[in-house]
Structures are given as C-alpha cells and as structure tokens.
C-alpha cells in the first residue's frame, strides 16, 4: 500500500509478521517502549494500520503500541477466495497476540468496525482470554448490519436491505480519490460536520484497499452473526459510536450494551459518524487510555466494576 496517506509521526521500533493458522502473514507495527504496558489495534474494513495514526502518536510515549493490518488490507498480502471469514479474523488475531505478546501478557485490544468484529469473534479463543485484559468495541455490530444500515435514506424493509447490500458489495473499482468521491464517503462513513482533512485521509485509506479484498470481505460482513461472540466477550468492555454513525447505527450499539458481560463504560459522540478513531480521535484516544490505566496499571489485580455498566458519557 502506498504511503501518501499521512501516517503517525512516531516511528515503530519494530515490524514483522505473524503466522495466521492458514499460512496468512499479517503485517505488524509496533510503537514506543518494548517495556510498556501493550495495547492492540485493530482497524476495520477497507482501512489499515494508517487509521490509528492518531492513536498511536498519542499513546506510544507511554505504552507499546501494536498495529496489524488485516488480511488483504495495507501491507498484509490477499489471500485465496476462500481465506476470508470471520474465523480468518479471529486466527489472525490471536497470531498477532502470540507473535507480539510475552506468555501470560496482558494488553488493552480495542477494535474498529471490523476490527471490533475482530474481537468479538476472537473472544473464546484460548491466546484472546490468554492476553486480553480489556477491549474497546468502536463504531461496530455484531449481526444484522445490512438490514441496520442507514446508508440508504428509505424505510427499513426488504428493497433497503437489497439496496444497501448492492452498494457495500459493489464489484465497481473506486478510483482514484475526487471531491465527488469524498463526498459519498462523508455521508456515508462520516459525520455531516467532520473536516475536510480527515475525509481526505479516509478517502486516501479506503480508496487503497484492493477491490477483490473490499468485495470479498463485504459479503462477509453481509452474513455476519457474532451476537455469541458478544456474550464471550468477558473482559472489562467499552463501547464507544457515533450517533450518526450510517453503517453501524446506534441500535447496533444498544444491543452491544446489553449483550456484553461486562461493560465498563459507553462514549456516545454526538454528531460523529462511523470513522470515530479519525473523526473524534481525542475521545477515542481517551477512552483507550483509560481502559490500560485501569486494567494495565493501576487496575492489574482487580477485574471490571459492574457498577460502571450503566454510565454513558456524551461527547
């Protein structure tokens, strides 16, 4: 994947690659100090390591940063037409724990969209309850998202879910980024008062993944059911969307809330869209960091508090 897209201005002080259970390599980036408490990133669909930029220069002074892309996506090669499922998800992973984590290691895995897919997917695995001390869901469902989706302006029904579908699995090359282009990418992925430069960014990120990788993992997520990855999800869990959020709507993140067993806190960005990490990435970043002060640091010896399940916060 090219560079052009500005990426963080800390440097990783190492890249590599894991083994996935298929043979998939993902690339790996990681930031700040080897010796620091570890947080995971994992980004979502159509996007790449580049979409934590923000994340990752603002929380590699004090932690150790780790960075993936998924398969097929920035620099980890595409794999065979069969190689992508929500499996594939999880294998990949729990490969990036193993590869980048000390046995018995604990880290923050926050996920973005698919990346929360991710997550959600990984969460009975043995190297996610391994290494997994708390995770971030960010602007992400775990089924029904077709059917959810606000991207088409008409009443929910059979014709918007047909719709929807079509336009997330289109088979049509994106080319190259125009003020045309970034305008549908603003009203469909972005708040209506995000700024011009980060749907610049987004565009640059989302126009660079490969469209045999873009459709064949559309028609995952077009059949994704991961509600019983949710009830797995027993670490301490935030949930962070944006209200007007298109491809993950609010009702999605409702249904998070009351499925997770552990739920530690909801950030609702008023007025963000589903690209939070770039659109609001101070709040993000935020709740992130919370989450490894809590349960990396100071809160090491004591689990999630439930009494926190029911505070939401507004941004």
Same mark, same amino acid.
């Given at each position: 994947?090219?560079?052009?897209?500005?990426?963080? *201005?800390?440097?990783? /002080?190492?890249?590599?690659?894991?083994?996935?259970?298929?043979?998939?390599?993902?690339?790996?980036?990681?930031?700040?100090?080897?010796? @620091?408490?570890?947080?995971?990133?994992?980004?979502?669909?159509?996007?790449?390591?580049?979409?934590?930029?923000? +994340?990752?220069?603002?929380?590699?002074?004090?932690?150790?940063?780790?960075?993936?892309? +998924?398969?097929?996506?920035?620099?980890?090669?595409?794999?065979?037409?069969?190689?992508?499922?929500?499996?594939?998800?999880?294998?990949?992973?729990?490969?990036?724990?193993?590869?980048?984590?000390?046995?018995?290691?604990?880290?923050?895995? @926050?996920?973005?969209? !698919?990346?929360? !897919?991710?997550?959600?997917?990984? @969460?009975?695995?043995?190297?996610?309850?391994?290494?997994?001390?708390?995770?971030?869901?960010?602007?992400?469902?775990?089924?029904?998202?077709? @059917?959810?989706?606000?991207?088409?302006? !008409?009443?929910?029904?059979?014709?918007?879910?047909?719709?929807?579908?079509?336009?997330?699995?289109?088979?049509?090359?994106?080319?190259?980024?125009?003020?045309?282009?970034?305008?549908?990418?603003?009203?469909?992925? !972005?708040?209506?008062?995000?700024?011009?430069?980060?749907?610049?960014?987004?565009?640059?990120?989302?126009?660079?993944?490969?469209?045999?990788?873009?459709?064949?993992?559309? +028609?995952?997520?077009?059949?994704?059911?991961?509600?019983?990855?949710?009830?797995?999800?027993?670490?301490?869990?935030?949930?962070?969307?944006?209200?007007?959020?298109?491809?993950?709507?609010?009702?999605?993140?409702?249904?998070?809330?009351?499925?997770?067993?552990?739920?530690?806190? /909801?950030?609702?960005? *008023?007025?963000?869209?589903?690209?939070?990490?770039?659109?609001?990435?101070?709040?993000?970043?935020?709740?992130?960091?919370?989450?490894?002060?809590?349960?990396?640091?100071?809160?090491?010896?004591?689990?999630?508090?439930?009494?926190?399940?029911?505070?939401?916060?507004?941004?």
């Amino acid at each position: 994947m090219s560079r052009s897209v500005p990426g963080p *201005t800390a440097r990783p /002080v190492r890249e590599t690659t894991a083994r996935s259970a298929d043979g998939a390599r993902p690339h790996i980036e990681v930031y700040g100090s080897e010796d @620091a408490p570890a947080i995971v990133l994992v980004h979502g669909w159509t996007c790449s390591t580049l979409f934590w930029a923000a +994340q990752i220069d603002a929380l590699a002074a004090d932690f150790r940063v780790i960075v993936y892309d +998924q398969r097929g996506h920035g620099r980890s090669p595409a794999v065979a037409r069969g190689g992508y499922s929500t499996d594939a998800l999880a294998d990949d992973l729990e490969a990036v724990l193993e590869a980048t984590l000390a046995p018995g290691e604990k880290a923050v895995v @926050a996920g973005h969209s !698919m990346g929360g !897919m991710t997550l959600m997917a990984a @969460a009975a695995r043995p190297a996610f309850r391994e290494h997994a001390a708390a995770a971030l869901l960010c602007s992400t469902g775990s089924s029904n998202l077709v @059917a959810e989706a606000l991207v088409v302006p !008409m009443r929910a029904g059979r014709l918007r879910t047909r719709l929807t579908r079509m336009i997330l699995g289109a088979r049509a090359p994106l080319g190259p980024v125009t003020p045309l282009s970034k305008r549908f990418l603003r009203y469909g992925t !972005m708040g209506p008062g995000t700024a011009p430069d980060r749907v610049a960014v987004c565009a640059e990120i989302v126009h660079a993944c490969p469209r045999a990788v873009r459709v064949a993992w559309a +028609q995952v997520l077009g059949s994704l059911d991961l509600d019983a990855g949710v009830r797995e999800l027993r670490v301490p869990t935030a949930v962070v969307s944006g209200t007007a959020d298109r491809l993950t709507p609010p009702v999605l993140t409702s249904r998070l809330v009351a499925e997770l067993p552990d739920c530690v806190g /909801v950030t609702r960005l *008023t007025g963000m869209g589903h690209m939070t990490p770039v659109e609001a990435p101070e709040a993000v970043t935020a709740v992130i960091r919370r989450l490894a002060e809590d349960h990396l640091r100071a809160g090491a010896d004591r689990g999630g508090h439930r009494d926190e399940a029911d505070r939401e916060s507004a941004v």
